[in-house]
């Protein structure tokens, strides 16, 4: 009986090798692709459900906000003011200062609920604020108003004409509530 011996050439045992490993390499990447897939998609699924979660728990609070700024907009609304705020004096400057002084007021201890609204609610409210005070102030500089009740009347006749700057604003939120439920 005769052994053979074979012996490999240094290609062979390289082919061999290759053979081995190239399967084992591309399973390794699949099995790498695939669970680089599954783990995106479940955290994706994590962060879907945390979404969810804090959106059911910040609803009540944007409602709220939106609540408290529509209610700052019916307590700078030009009509509301002039009836709830009267005239200290008969002087139509200080008047005006004490209407814009109060719309101010109102305003700051509203501040916080931007951070609840989009930033075109935000800046809707910023502007029916300042064209409520244009609108003091502009009527407060014409001549044929003498004093502060002249001013009222003023400000009441100019309202029948045009429509109030945060009326405006609040039809704005009212739309906008539509859109977000």
Do not use: C
Not at 99 to 110: A, G, K, P, V
Not at 128 to 143: C, D, V
Request: aromatic letters at 8%; charged letters at 25%; a positive charge.
């Amino acid at each position: 009986m005769t052994i053979k011996i074979v012996t490999m050439s240094f290609d062979d045992k390289l082919l061999e090798i290759a053979a081995y490993t190239l399967p084992a390499l591309i399973t390794g990447g699949v099995a790498f692709v695939m669970m680089q897939k599954f783990y995106m998609s479940e955290e994706s699924k994590r962060k879907y459900e945390l979404l969810r979660k804090n959106q059911k728990q910040a609803l009540p609070i944007r409602l709220q906000a939106y609540e408290r700024v529509v209610l700052l907009l019916e307590r700078i609304n030009p009509t509301q003011l002039l009836l709830r705020v009267a005239p200290t004096g008969s002087s139509k400057d200080d008047y005006a200062t004490l209407l814009t002084h109060q719309i101010q007021t109102e305003f700051e201890h509203n501040l916080t609920q931007q951070i609840y609204l989009t930033a075109a609610s935000w800046d809707i409210i910023l502007k029916a604020k300042n064209s409520t005070i244009q609108l003091i102030r502009k009527n407060a500089l014409r001549e044929d108003v003498a004093d502060a009740n002249k001013l009222r009347e003023a400000i009441m006749i100019e309202l029948t004409e045009i429509e109030a700057p945060s009326s405006i604003a609040i039809s704005y939120l009212k739309e906008e509530l539509k859109r977000v439920f």
